[in-house]
């Protein structure tokens, strides 16, 4: 599965660590990117916008949920009807299908049809397809006898699945999923390239393999974009609130289409709409699936002119009206089809989490996790944390995986931060105890001062490393993202003697405040005090040179 690129771009204020032993560095010689993992590329190596694929976190529902979501597809379960069916052999023909005189009995069995009278031609084209699903499932086996007849013969998976056993049910669903998959695929790269295909017939041998060669180029774009349309669904159903996981099939080629920040021009609005007409079809099809739930594009805002030609809706919805937007189609990625997409990603080697995957762990696992992971929503791995946990206990144990003034020091310091205040006034026990600390008073006698406590105020010196600290630790968390710093930047009880302040700042002994200085110098909007600000992180950058 084709992973979407993300980019993690260098916003750090120095190249690349100094000249000196290991042990000797200090988290301000490091560029921000080589901390988290994304630095030491040589000129002529790939490009970031290829390397950084960041996949969210998703909440599923239990095994036994998705279980039972997979046993209830129709086309699943008539498979594996048909395949009990089948005991303890049917007869089928040389190609493995049912014969003439089973389809119409297989159509009612699977309730495609009445239990008397006509059956429907299409009622019977779906119990084959259901059929062809089993056998492409190996839920039965096909064999001759030594008559010379051929036969199928159902398989223990058959009885498994149909006992609700998950670990074989959900393998079932999932390769079924694939084959629809790749179906899909191949039906949307014939349709498009049907007419070259056929008049490669014309041109004789060397015809013919230029037509196969284009079928498998339009193949594999079309299984591009059905994956990339695919893990946005599953980026946008993470992080939606629930209810809300509907996405019109418009918005969801728009993103495919629209570069980020962009407003789509009128070329941009014919490659989205191409782009609708062929997910259409495919997401059509895994909706038979329960990947998707799906509503087709209304037939009727379809020009049909010329009917060989590719469709394209002749209207432009009004985005005020919901029933407008969807009849130009809805989709949605349904919990199953939400494991599928994570089990395809991760059979592919991409880290897709699970949101509480760091909550299993001890406090200091769970705030080192947060801090070196890109891919997760702390807030939520935090809140199922402590939920498992009594809160004053689970409060001291934050606090003290939060110490430490290594290079994840400042962001551990700022998620215990949000830990307690989700805890509320249940960490005031904890917090209590350390008012005093160097690294964790700051933090507590604010809380607790925020919570109506009788407590002093934090010292000169301890409010100014708290500063420091948490512009540190934004600075690591959003690898130096000016748009979400700068507000951080702006508040800097900075006085009218900015030379006066920055003359305190650049003394905090604080493994960070090199960067953080040369960060308000570059984003402070008053020039004098972003002059005042690199001064001192100069000063502060021989300082510690000295040291």
């Known amino acids: 599965m084709a992973g979407r690129r993300r980019t993690t771009p260098d916003h750090s204020a120095q190249s690349g660590p100094q000249a000196a032993p290991a042990g000797s560095l200090l988290p301000a010689d490091y560029d921000l990117a080589e901390l988290y993992g994304a630095g030491g590329r040589d000129e002529d190596d790939e490009d970031l916008d290829d390397t950084a694929v960041l996949v969210p976190p998703i909440e599923l529902p239990s095994e036994q949920e998705l279980t039972a979501a997979a046993l209830a597809v129709p086309l699943l379960a008539h498979a594996l009807k048909l395949a009990r069916w089948s005991a303890p052999h049917r007869v089928v023909d040389e190609f493995g299908d049912l014969v003439e005189a089973d389809r119409e009995p297989a159509a009612r069995l699977v309730g495609l049809a009445p239990e008397e009278g006509d059956v ?225 990603l991760l059979a592919d080697g991409y880290d897709a989490p699970l949101i509480g995957d760091l909550a299993r762990g001890d406090a200091a696992a769970l705030l080192s996790g947060l801090a070196e992971s890109a891919n997760v929503i702390p807030d939520r791995e935090i809140t199922v944390w402590l939920a498992l946990r009594e809160p004053a206990d689970a409060a001291r144990d934050l606090l003290d995986a939060a110490r430490g003034r290594d290079a994840y020091g400042p962001v551990r310091r700022m998620h215990c931060e949000l830990g307690l205040s989700l805890l509320g006034a249940a960490a005031d026990p904890a917090l209590t105890e350390v008012v005093d600390d160097p690294e964790l008073g700051g933090l507590a006698r604010e809380t607790l001062r925020g919570h109506g406590a009788d407590v002093a105020a934090p010292e000169r010196p301890v409010a100014l490393w708290r500063t420091v600290d948490g512009i540190a630790a934004v600075l690591l968390a959003t690898r130096g993202d000016a748009a979400q710093l700068r507000p951080l930047v702006a508040e800097l009880p900075v006085t009218d003697n900015p030379a006066s302040y920055f003359g305190e700042l650049w003394r905090v002994p604080h493994p960070f405040t090199v960067q953080v200085l040369e960060t308000v110098g570059e984003l402070h909007l008053d020039r004098q005090v972003a002059k005042e600000a690199r001064k001192a992180a100069f000063k502060a950058r021989s300082q510690q040179g000295q040291g």
């Open 120 to 344: 429907p031609e299409e009622a019977v084209v779906e119990a084959m397809r259901a059929w062809s699903l089993a056998c492409d499932l190996d839920l039965v086996e096909l064999g001759t006898t030594r008559a010379g007849e051929h036969v199928a013969v159902p398989m223990e998976e058959a009885a498994d699945a149909e006992g609700g056993d998950p670990a074989v049910v959900l393998d079932l669903w999932l390769t079924a999923a694939g084959i629809v998959r790749e179906l899909a695929v191949e039906a949307d790269s014939l349709d498009l390239d049907g007419e070259s295909a056929e008049g490669a017939d014309e041109d004789g041998e060397d015809g013919d393999e230029r037509g196969l060669a284009e079928v498998e180029e339009a193949g594999e774009a079309a299984a591009e974009i059905l994956d990339e349309a695919l893990q946005v669904l599953y980026e946008l159903t993470a992080f939606a609130e629930p209810g809300d996981e509907t996405v019109p099939l418009g918005v969801l080629a728009a993103l495919l289409v629209v570069p980020d920040g962009e407003e789509p021009d009128e070329a941009m609005l014919g490659e989205i709409t191409d782009l609708m007409v062929m997910l259409d079809p495919m997401l059509a099809d895994l909706a038979e699936l329960g990947v998707v739930e799906h509503r087709p594009i209304d037939p009727d805002l379809f020009e049909e002119e010329d009917a060989e030609d590719a469709a394209a809706p002749v209207a432009v919805p009004d985005p005020g009206s919901e029933e407008d937007t969807g009849r130009f189609g809805l989709v949605r990625l349904t919990p199953l089809g939400q494991y599928g997409v994570r089990e395809w």
